[in-house]
């Protein structure tokens, strides 16, 4: 398939997504994207900015190497979190880590292409939207968090209408529960996520894609375009990313900038890093890149 667009801006001071893709421009053999769980534990200790943005650099590394190798999917996944395993455990020493500290993790989606069509590797609630040539979409972009999130989304609502618009405020009010909704990260129940424990290999999505004429992986603060903003549909987004992903995510920012204080638009946090990698069979004259 061939990379006609790819493109990752943060919302904050340290973007914790990433994108990655192996191959040539017009020959592209794996791609992946990385949305960071941001921390709620009041500091970092890991560096890169954030525990977050560590989390997902060491893991695009190590994904650089082992998305070139012809191995099963839930192989690699064992590899990639052995890996991570390792890295914590080097970062972490010497370091004065509480008990109850929350570890970093990071949503994945990884699509890879081996003999007999492509693959797909899914841990979180990032999104894979897949066309066939024939106009068929494909979705996977379930939210794993939808009753917190709506619940957090609705409380939230009430302190910006009291006059509490500072998301650090926010965050240190609800954090009880939002470490309660992490306790069930890769648990009977929870939701599956990428983290530096075995943990993470206990419940991945595997997907069968065949051979899509059209793929777009993308983390949930680009899908904001549809879920949030009404922007696109799936189809219309798939459209819109396959023209051009920069100005898709222009549009997002623009409608998080016309709602400053979430009202029109209810959502926890008045913006979110997004990333996007689209990918199709078919050749394009057109190339849009962002490191």
Not at 145 to 168: F, P, Q, S, Y
Not at 227 to 256: K, P, Q
Request: hydrophobic share 40%; proline share 6%; glycine share 10%.
């Amino acid at each position: 398939m061939r990379l006609i667009g790819a493109v990752s801006e943060g919302s904050g001071a340290v973007n914790e997504d990433g994108f990655g893709w192996l191959g040539s421009q017009d020959d592209v053999s794996a791609a992946w994207v990385f949305d960071g769980v941001t921390g709620i534990n009041g500091r970092n200790y890991l560096g890169e900015g954030t525990d977050a943005r560590w989390l997902v650099w060491r893991a695009h590394v190590r994904l650089t190497d082992l998305a070139a190798r012809d191995i099963p999917l839930l192989a690699l996944l064992e590899e990639l979190v052995g890996g991570l395993i390792a890295d914590f455990a080097a970062a972490a020493e010497g370091k004065d880590i509480p008990p109850n500290y929350d570890p970093p993790a990071a949503c994945l989606i990884l699509a890879k292409r081996y003999k007999d069509g492509w693959q797909a590797l899914r841990l979180g609630d990032s999104c894979l939207l897949t066309r066939d040539g024939g106009g068929e979409h494909r979705m996977h972009a379930a939210s794993p968090n939808n009753v917190l999130d709506h619940w957090l989304t609705r409380e939230v609502a009430k302190r910006r209408a009291a006059g509490v618009l500072d998301i650090k405020a926010l965050l240190a009010e609800f954090a009880p529960q939002l470490k309660d909704g992490r306790s069930k990260r890769n648990q009977p129940g929870g939701y599956s996520i990428l983290e530096a424990s075995p943990a993470a290999l206990t419940m991945p999505d595997i997907i069968e894609l065949g051979a899509p004429a059209e793929m777009l992986l993308c983390t949930d603060g680009y899908y904001r375009a549809v879920d949030h903003y009404g922007l696109h549909d799936d189809a219309g987004l798939i459209d819109g990313s396959a023209g051009d992903v920069e100005t898709v995510l222009a549009a997002l920012r623009a409608a998080e900038r016309s709602d400053p204080d979430c009202s029109r638009y209810p959502r926890f946090k008045p913006a979110d890093d997004a990333t996007a990698v689209m990918l199709v069979r078919q050749p394009s004259p057109h190339l849009h890149r962002s490191p």
